[in-house]
């Protein structure tokens, strides 16, 4: 009885170098082109924002002109973008902090102790629309004296923001090792306690993640202050629509205001890319 001697699969030849500069070249094209398409409206705006309103409305002036200050001066003189950056600071600050403490928390509860059911009522939450609900948050808030007040801007954020940060939150504790809690209860903690002294702080980076998308989205709402922010607690979206008008659109003042309500949610980026790189990955995978 012969053996059967099966070849031997043949190795296989590495791309030429040739290949590898083609394949680099269409990569950074491609990187490049999409880089573009994102950062071209922003590299607009804030070119605009120098701009008078006859140079923003005339196709032909394009990146090569005169800049000038006179729209960051006026809205700055007229004190209200100020005032309403200073109440998104205010609304967005306190919003996410009292999510954060209440949401890591039950997101930690919900991973650990496996609580399908109240998974699902955090699911039915995100999903379901905050505009659908403004009639009846209207009436009830009218009913208590809250509208125009910060408090009611806080409630209303914190719908939205306590149910995404345990959304992301809960993957990430299902993410960490349950041995180093259960190593911790064994030398004499609680189950708080474990929580307290061993997961949260490797939660740190998914907290910060959680934390930095609930401020944005606080910081970008406009639906909820336009119905119950007044002049007095208005926030920095309805504050760039007042400057779009029936008769007239102020677009130096709009981008002028525009870019400096962007700057600060930027920098926040910049400053916490590595916990927002680090938080968005670190819940991926379990064990």
Known sequence: MSATVTPAARPQAAPSFLARRVRGWLRGTAITLVTL???LPLVWMFAAAFKTNLQVTDPSVGLWFEPTLDNFRSIVEAGQIVRS???????GVVSTVLSAVIAVPAAWAVGR????????LILVARIVPAISLLVPWYYLFAQMGLVGSYTVLIL???????????????GFFA???????EAARTDGLSAFGAFWRISLPLAAPGTATASLLAFVFSWNNFMFALVFADDRTQTVPVTLFNFIS??????????????????PVVIAAVLGQKYLVAGLTAGATKG
């Not at 950056?85 to 609304?91: D, K, P, R, T």
């Not at 102790?113 to 699902?120: A, D, E, N, Y």
């Not at 993410?175 to 809690?181: D, Q, T």
């Open 246 to 263: 029936y008769a007239s659109t102020d677009w130096g003042g709009l981008m002028a205001a525009a870019t400096l309500i962007t700057v």
């Open 113 to 120: 102790f496996s609580m399908h059911r109240t998974g699902s």
């Open 85 to 91: 950056m200073g109440n998104s600071l205010l609304v």
């Open 156 to 170: 209303s954020h914190m719908f939205v923001s306590v149910p995404l940060i345990m959304w992301i939150m809960i």
């Open 37 to 39: 398409v994102f950062a």
């Open 175 to 181: 993410g960490l090792p349950v041995e180093l809690e």
